[in-house]
């Protein structure tokens, strides 16, 4: 049995900020789900603000290098997805009226 948690996990990928707009993944509502298996192995489930998003492989090898950092924690696997397709309601409320006017509405 893994002793490793969801939150854990989550507290490692707000250390990930993208750059474009300063706020890190999890503030954005960028992370969708976290899975930990029985060995620790860990699958983050995320999504990126658009799909032509730059720092896109970059940004996932953040994502995965940060979780790698928790103790005990076994292979590490991002997978990037496209649905649902992110948008600013997604966001913690600080970051949608950091924004407001910033990002298209959708």
């Known amino acids: 049995m893994c002793s490793i948690e969801k939150e854990q996990v989550y507290l490692a990928t707000?250390?990930?900020?993208?750059?474009?707009?300063?706020?890190?993944?999890?503030e954005m509502g960028l992370i969708y789900d976290v899975i930990i298996d029985?060995?620790?192995?860990?699958?983050?489930?995320?999504?990126?603000?658009?799909?032509?998003?730059p720092l896109?492989?970059?940004i996932v090898q953040w994502v995965k290098e940060?979780?790698?950092k928790i103790h005990g924690v076994g292979n590490v696997e991002v997978e990037v997805v496209w649905e649902p397709e992110w948008n600013?309601?997604?966001?913690?409320?600080?970051?949608?009226q950091a924004l407001s006017g910033v990002l298209p509405a959708s």
């Open 88 to 96: 600013i309601s997604m966001a913690h409320e600080h970051v949608k």
């Open 66 to 68: 940060a979780v790698e």
């Open 14 to 26: 707000s250390t990930v900020v993208d750059p474009e707009v300063g706020f890190n993944l999890f």
């Open 56 to 58: 896109h492989q970059m």
């Open 38 to 53: 029985d060995d620790c192995n860990v699958k983050v489930v995320m999504t990126l603000s658009t799909r032509a998003c």
